[in-house]
């Protein structure tokens, strides 16, 4: 009865350098999303996977973001060229859009530092 | 960017008192929910309000939504200290009458309750 799962839960990194994060959603969901959270602000979204394909993708601040989900389960936030400023936690959510809720149930988030 | 404003951004009660927080938002919604954050950290949805809706009961908590305002508050009765946490609206906005499920955060409200 897993919920939404992430990993790393903490991510240390230098200035310049290649992450990649990766969200487990819960089995059968077919929509996911990515959040960002900064401190003391509420999440802002990243972007919308229905499915293997990016529905959204229009809160990606920059071309250093992607994302994928080739298999329509596991996705995975890449970030290149990290920078001070995309430090934050990175959240993942999942739902099922078989029925009517609407509801998302998020992971616990990665804690991402730029140094 | 933020669509929602929550109001007031910190709280601090007496334990059995009531907490109120109020969000307004900007667009046309096709729901609106509200999402506790302990420690920076995982999300835990607490109530979703269809727009068609005016009021919404879950245990302690009670949810109003005006969409002529478009404002929404949320009520928790009996506060305990364990409803410390953040306190998020989050918005559905509407489009082409279908959900898009992409969730726009408000800022948040900071509630303490003291023992």
């Known amino acids: 009865g897993a919920g939404v799962s992430q990993t790393p839960s903490n991510k240390v990194t230098e200035k310049g350098k290649y992450v990649e994060l990766r969200c487990d959603p819960i089995?059968?969901?077919?929509?996911l999303y990515w959040y960002r959270q900064s401190l003391g602000q509420g999440p802002e979204f990243l972007i919308y996977?229905?499915?293997?394909?990016?529905?959204?993708d229009s809160g990606l601040p920059n071309d250093r973001f992607f994302a994928v989900r080739p298999e329509g389960s596991v996705s995975t936030l890449k970030i290149q060229r990290t920078e001070r400023g995309d430090s934050a936690v990175y959240l993942c959510?999942?739902?099922?859009?078989?029925?009517?809720?609407?509801?998302?149930?998020f992971g616990p988030g990665t804690r991402l530092t730029v140094l | 960017s933020q669509q929602g404003e929550e109001d007031p951004q910190a709280l601090s009660i007496q334990e059995g008192e009531n907490a109120t927080m109020n969000c307004s938002y900007k667009?046309?919604?096709?729901?609106l929910q509200w999402y506790r954050q302990n420690s920076g950290r995982g999300l835990v949805h607490l109530i979703l309000?269809?727009?068609?809706?005016r009021e919404k009961h879950s245990g302690r908590l009670r949810v109003t939504l005006d969409t002529s305002k478009k404002s929404s508050s949320l009520l928790i009765t009996a506060s305990r200290a364990a409803d410390t946490a953040s306190y998020f609206c989050?918005?559905?906005?509407?489009?082409?009458?279908?959900?898009?499920?992409?969730?726009?955060f408000g800022q948040g409200t900071i509630l303490t309750v003291h023992p």
């Open positions: 989050a918005t559905d906005a509407l489009g082409g009458g279908t959900s898009y499920g992409k969730l726009t």
């Open positions: 996977f229905q499915g293997t394909g990016a529905a959204d």
């Open positions: 309000i269809r727009s068609n809706e």
């Open positions: 959510a999942s739902s099922s859009k078989r029925i009517s809720t609407d509801t998302q149930y």
């Open positions: 667009t046309s919604i096709n729901n």
């Open positions: 089995s059968g969901h077919t929509a």
